[in-house]
C-alpha cells in the first residue's frame, strides 16, 4: 500500500522566526501535534504513521527554529525548544492539542506538558526519557552516529531497529517509504544546538524526571524493548512516576518502534487520545 500524506507547508510567522507546518487529516477533527526526533524533519515522519493518524486527526507536523523549512536559530536548550510549541499553537488558533513526541520531541513534550498544561489534553511520549543522570546510558555507538554531520543509512538501521530479521525487514519498509537521501540534512549548526540540548537534559538541567508527578494530563508512554538510544528503563521510570500513566512496550523493536508497528500504535494512540479524560477532570 501507497501512504500518502501532504507535501504542503505553510509558514507562520512567529516573533523568532517563521516555523513550516504541514497538516494532515480532517480540519474538523481535533489537533494531534507531533514533535520530531534529533535531527528529524517533517519529512522524517514515516508516511505510514502520519497517514494511520490522520484516518481520525488533525494532525500537525512542523520544523522547530533553525530545522528544515523553517528560520531563526535552533534553541540549545529543550526548553527553548519547547517554548516554540504555544507560539505555533497561538500562530494556528488553537488553544490545546493532544501531543506526540518522539526522542527529542519526548523531551519538548514532558516540557511544555509541565509548562503549559492548559495547552496539552493528552500526552504520548514515545521512545524518549525523563533527563537526569539516572538509568542506562545509549548505546556508545549513539554518540558517534550524533556527531557525523548527516547519519548514513546503516546507522540510521542500527539506531532505529534491532538486527533481527524483523527489525531488518522493518526498516527496509520503511526507507522504502521515507525515501531517505532524497532531502539535504539538517545544518550542522543545527545539529550542534540540538546536541548541547540533550547533553544538557541528560545532565538535569531542565530535566522532567523530578517533576513527572505534576504531569496532571493523561500520558501514554511507549517504547521499543530494545532501544539503544533512549532505553526502555527510561520510559517505565515516566510511566512509574506520572500520575495518569500508561506503558507500552514493543517486543523485538527499537528506537523506531512506532514505525515498525505503525498499525497497532496508532490504534492505540488514537484509542488513548480519543478519551474523555483531560487536564480539566
Request: aromatic letters at 8%.
Amino acid at each position: 500500500m501507497i501512504w500518502k500524506t501532504s507535501r504542503d507547508s505553510t509558514l507562520l510567522p512567529t516573533k523568532d522566526g517563521s516555523l513550516a507546518v504541514r497538516v494532515d487529516g480532517d480540519p474538523d477533527k481535533a489537533p494531534l501535534l507531533l514533535c520530531q526526533r534529533f535531527r528529524g524533519t517533517m519529512d522524517d515522519w514515516d508516511p505510514e504513521f502520519a497517514a494511520r493518524l490522520s484516518t481520525a486527526r488533525r494532525v500537525i507536523r512542523f520544523d522547530n527554529l533553525g530545522i528544515g523549512e523553517s528560520s531563526g536559530e535552533t534553541p540549545n536548550t529543550v526548553r527553548g525548544m519547547a517554548e516554540v510549541v504555544p507560539l505555533l499553537l497561538d500562530a494556528l488558533g488553537i488553544d490545546a492539542v493532544d501531543l506526540l513526541g518522539w526522542s527529542l520531541g519526548g523531551y519538548v513534550g514532558q516540557t511544555v506538558a509541565l509548562t503549559w498544561p492548559e495547552r496539552v489534553r493528552h500526552l504520548v511520549i514515545a521512545g524518549s526519557g525523563p533527563g537526569g543522570p539516572d538509568g542506562p546510558p545509549p548505546h556508545p555507538r549513539v554518540a558517534e552516529i550524533a556527531a557525523k554531520t548527516a547519519a548514513a543509512r546503516e546507522d540510521v538501521q542500527f539506531l532505529f531497529f534491532t538486527e533481527t530479521a524483523a527489525g531488518t525487514a522493518a526498516a527496509r519498509r520503511h526507507f522504502d517509504r521515507i525515501c531517505l537521501g532524497e532531502r539535504p540534512p539538517v545544518a550542522a549548526e543545527s545539529g550542534r544546538r540540538q546536541r548541547e540540548a540533550i547533553a544538557s537534559w541528560w545532565k538535569g538541567d531542565g530535566a522532567a524526571r523530578p517533576h513527572l508527578g505534576k504531569l496532571s494530563m493523561p500520558v501514554l508512554v511507549a517504547n521499543g524493548i530494545a532501544d539503544v538510544m533512549v532505553p526502555a528503563e527510561h520510559s517505565f521510570a515516566i510511566a512509574k512516576k506520572a500520575p495518569r500513566a500508561k506503558l507500552i512496550l514493543y517486543p523485538d523493536a527499537g528506537h523506531a518502534f512506532l514505525f515498525q508497528y505503525a498499525e497497532d500504535f496508532c490504534a492505540e494512540v488514537l484509542r488513548f487520545t480519543a478519551s474523555s479524560e483531560t487536564v480539566d477532570e
